[in-house]
């Protein structure tokens, strides 16, 4: 007799969101309408330069190539070495487009091969999305506090013995959700502590060009960082917070072009090509700094009118130094903000979504638009304190 499936399906956890389905009911409710800061979706246009850039190349009748054009991998290449700090030696080899960060994100231990009995590793407080890429392969999750671990190495880990089956390490800096940026330093200690024990470290930096209250944000691809060797280093990217492309799927690895060969071939095989017209518009964008630029003013104006008003509502801020988050807790169960926050027609996340760690706190977008903001702002000013 044949043993019953077990549909992976139904050994994930539920999907964190359905969770305020009911609070964001109630916001909805308010007579002013709902200001939903609970997600990191773009509301901003595309820039027109990208657009353009998309529909030029609307007639794209044959198959795209799961490595990028020529084109787009130059661009590639040109960004990494101008913003995120890469050697001069990095080449086409060194950079792949992706579907979007979070498919990268998910599947990256299924294409490095990780499975059983393996561990994935990642910051105590994250992005669930590391966690599921471990249940997709039947790995282990391991959160960690990583800046413990920079200081203190295999001391910093709740069973020195596991470290043997880490295979894969990822860092997010800056954090979603904190905002925390690690330093250059810390980075380093983490890549050398990785290498020594023959652990790929994966570096999410997708809120980079983000910067708030530090004077620069780091990347793993940085000699300041890897030494000068990329062997063993994967930076992951997204261009749909800098440059509102979310709807595009426009992202990309970087970094030892050993790994990414290996993910190129897997991604071969399985058909995992970005289609041919948001290459070319990918490739405009990722050469726009201007547009850039423009659209974190916007995120930094939005940011100057809703922090105060947080703190004024008797929140306090912590970490949020880069990114589109802000980190913030009033001193009580995380969801028992998010319920008085919408009875005042504002919806946030609970920190609960992002680990243990956030049980008391929650995590504020600066993705709505000027008006809601402010409306945001004005609704916090008459919030009753905790």
């Not at 954090?175 to 470290?201: C, F, H, K």
């Not at 405009?284 to 916007?298: K, M």
């Not at 801020?317 to 008085?340: H, K, N, P």
């Amino acid at each position: 007799m044949h043993s019953p499936r077990r549909p992976l399906a139904a050994r994930l956890p539920a999907f964190p969101w359905d969770a305020i389905a009911g609070a964001k009911e109630r916001a909805a409710a308010h007579e002013d309408g709902i200001v939903d800061l609970s997600v990191g979706t773009p509301v901003d246009p595309t820039p027109a330069s990208v657009q353009q850039a998309l529909a030029a190349a609307a007639d794209s009748h044959g198959y795209p190539t799961t490595v990028g054009t020529p084109a787009l991998r130059e661009a590639l290449v040109d960004f990494v070495r101008r913003h995120r700090g890469a050697p001069g030696t990095i080449d086409v080899d060194g950079v792949l487009p992706t579907v979007g960060s979070k498919e990268l994100v998910a599947h990256l231990p299924f294409q490095l091969g990780i499975g059983p009995e393996e561990i994935v590793a990642f910051p105590a407080i994250a992005y669930p999305t590391y966690d599921m890429g471990a249940r997709f392969v039947g790995a282990q999750s391991l959160p960690l506090d990583l800046v413990a671990l920079a200081e203190h190495g295999d001391a910093a880990l709740p069973d020195p013995a596991a470290v043997s089956r880490i295979r894969l390490l990822w860092l997010n800096s800056p954090s979603n959700p904190t905002g925390d940026v690690l330093t250059v330093p810390q980075m380093a200690s983490l890549v050398t502590w990785a290498r020594e024990r023959g652990i790929v470290v994966a570096s999410d930096e997708c809120y980079a060009l983000l910067p708030w209250t530090v004077d620069e944000v780091p990347s793993v691809l940085d000699p300041r960082v890897n030494g000068g060797s990329l062997e063993g280093v994967l930076c992951v990217y997204s261009l749909s917070k800098q440059s509102n492309l979310a709807g595009y799927r426009a992202a990309f690895v970087a970094g030892d072009p050993a790994l990414v060969g290996e993910l190129l071939a897997i991604r071969k095989q399985a058909g995992m090509m970005i289609p041919g017209p948001v290459q070319a518009a990918m490739a405009t964008a990722l050469g726009d700094d201007e547009a850039v630029a423009a659209q974190r003013e916007i995120y930094r104006a939005r940011r100057e009118i809703l922090a105060p008003a947080l703190r004024a509502a008797g929140g306090e801020i912590s970490g949020s130094q880069a990114g589109l988050y802000l980190w913030t807790s009033f001193g009580e169960d995380a969801m028992v903000t998010v319920e008085r926050l919408a009875d005042a027609g504002v919806l946030v996340a609970p920190g609960m979504f992002y680990g243990e760690g956030g049980g008391s706190t929650v995590r504020v977008a600066l993705t709505a638009t000027d008006e809601r903001i402010a409306a945001a702002a004005g609704r916090l000013e008459h919030l009753e304190r905790p």
